[in-house]
């Protein structure tokens, strides 16, 4: 059922990130559906629902600090706009989903690694592709993507391990 489960999932991720690179606007319903299927597959691998909620309120913590530093950042330093210009509504709500869908410490590595791919790919595609903007919730669902290929692909169980 969680190998069903995940395919599902990273299709629905999929059609974020394809939609987030070709118009950079995401079909509003994918976020919820999102953030349900990964916070399922993380309460069916969780020992108990106690721990479950621990690190899905610890991570969306974390994203919460997250999103407002990256305000006031924006707002004080760069002296700019936040929603819809700095960071898109749809990325936070990726970030929420992403917070959902693993124990904290899986979550904090994860993140911070599909944080690091997303730049640098957009490093590398600004050239070719003279991007303005970053479509980080299609860059960081492509990673998500690849991570869930890896666990299907070789069968690795220390996803949701804590």
Partial sequence: MTTTLTVLTMACIGCISVQDFKERKVYWWLFPLVMLLLGYLHFLNSSDSWVFLNHISLNALL??????????????????????????????????????????????????????FSLFVFLILKKKRQLKTVPLAGFMGSFLILMFFYVLIFKFPLLYAY
């Avoid at 530093?69 to 929603?83: D, E, G, N, Q, S």
């Avoid at 869908?101 to 979550?107: A, C, E, H, K, Q």
Wanted: hydrophobic share 60%; aromatic share 18%.
């Fill in 63 to 116: 994203v919460s600090m997250i999103i407002c530093i990256l305000y006031l950042f924006t707002r004080i330093v760069a002296k700019k706009k936040f929603l819809n210009h700095s960071l898109g509504l749809g990325d936070i709500l990726f970030f929420y989903g992403f917070a959902l869908g693993f124990p904290t410490l899986t979550f904090i590595i994860l993140f911070s690694n599909a944080i690091l």
